[in-house]
């Protein structure tokens, strides 16, 4: 139980309850088929009401991370049951952070992009090529293979940083990635599943893979600017992540 650890008390209790658990299945620390702790357990390590508890739990039920076996408890459901996609209000900043972020990384990795075509090595192709076999992958291994295609994403514009012989640039795209991991992982993971993950957005990548390879530094630049364009335009559009 020491990873359900004591939460202050906030207006948004059963927001920050609801998303440590979801953090917790998405992250693989609850497993699908696992039962959940009790109420009574959960409220007693989070220092809440068990109401509090019921709420957040409800929450999780609606987006399918959870299903109920009447008498029983609360199991983590498995992830093809996983259909509904729901975030909390408390979300909202986030995303738009997410959202700054993205246009952030735009022009930088644009300009890594560009400078990885006329500096890549064999290797880089090689690694780059992997990359992208790996997004391909996990575009047919279904709602389970999703972290998989971002993870794969993340290596495959890793690998272009590195290949853009600029170390500044490098560092400077780790640490907006390290941000991501630290405060905005769950809502990243949220939206790569409904708008980063489809044939369409792997044709992107596909066009920035091949423009590298063929050496065309206006090419390169211009693919990833797109991409980026039209992820950062794709998330701002979601009607179910608007802002009120």
Not at 42 to 71: C, M, N, P, W, Y
Not at 74 to 100: H, T
Request: net charge negative; charged share 25%; aromatic share 6%.
């Amino acid at each position: 139980m020491d990873s359900f650890t004591r939460l202050s008390r906030r207006p948004s209790l059963t927001d920050d309850i609801s998303q440590k658990l979801s953090r917790m299945i998405l992250d693989g620390k609850l497993v699908a088929g696992e039962q959940l702790p009790t109420e009574q357990s959960l409220a007693e390590s989070f220092g809440v009401a068990r109401t509090v508890v019921r709420e957040a739990i409800s929450r999780l039920k609606h987006d399918g991370l959870v299903d109920s076996r009447q008498g029983v408890g609360a199991f983590v459901a498995e992830p093809s049951a996983r259909s509904a996609f729901r975030i909390s209000p408390a979300c909202f900043e986030k995303r738009q952070k997410l959202l700054e972020i993205l246009q952030l990384r735009t022009g930088i990795t644009s300009e890594a992009a560009g400078l990885a075509a006329v500096h890549r090595t064999d290797a880089d192709l090689q690694f780059m090529d992997t990359a992208y076999d790996n997004m391909e992958r996990a575009l047919s291994g279904g709602d389970a293979a999703a972290e998989k295609h971002v993870l794969a994403e993340r290596s495959f514009y890793q690998r272009i940083a590195e290949a853009s012989g600029n170390q500044y640039i490098l560092e400077f795209l780790s640490m907006l990635d390290t941000r991501i991991d630290m405060e905005l992982r769950s809502v990243a993971m949220k939206n790569a599943r409904v708008t980063e993950w489809s044939a369409e957005v792997l044709a992107e990548h596909k066009a920035v893979l091949e423009a590298i390879r063929a050496q065309d530094e206006t090419a390169a630049s211009q693919a990833v600017r797109y991409h980026y364009s039209l992820a950062a335009q794709r998330l701002a559009d979601r009607a179910d992540l608007a802002d009120t």
